[in-house]
């Protein structure tokens, strides 16, 4: 009986996989790698509901149109991300920025670049970096 429950542990942890993430590969718990067409990572993005709700649209759109396709979440993001132009556009850009611009970040980064600046005998102002990053006095 242990035997049995030994192997079965044994088992479900070589199945168990962890991923690197400086190599984009996955390993299993035995450390071999995971080269099968359903190799997992571990990686995950939350989705706020209302693009949870545009994601499960789509997969109704893609799976009304062809009867013959399944898709998952996963596989349907991580397609539209691989055909998405590699870098962001200007305007996907500008809009991040205003989204989520943090003023003590940039405060904070502003202060350490002033400090360098002067370390290094330059002269830089608040107003310049401000510029620099287009932020409106």
């Known amino acids: 009986m242990e035997d049995k429950m030994e192997k079965k542990k044994e088992s479900s942890t070589k199945n168990m996989e962890t991923r690197d993430l400086s190599s984009n590969t996955s390993t299993t718990k035995a450390g071999t790698p995971n080269t099968g067409p359903k190799a997992r990572y571990i990686d995950r993005v939350s989705l706020r509901p209302e693009v949870l709700a545009r994601v499960e649209h789509w997969i109704s759109q893609v799976e009304d149109r062809c ?3 399944r898709i998952t979440r996963n596989e349907l993001v991580n397609f539209i991300l691989l055909h998405h132009a590699p870098g962001l556009s200007e305007e996907e850009t500008q809009l991040l ?6 003023e003590v970040r940039f405060a904070a980064w502003a202060l350490k670049s002033i400090r360098e600046a002067r370390s290094r005998g330059e002269t830089l102002t608040l107003n310049d970096l401000m510029k620099k990053q287009r932020i409106p006095e």
């Open 97 to 102: 920025g205003e989204a989520h611009y943090d």
């Open 67 to 69: 009867k013959a396709i």
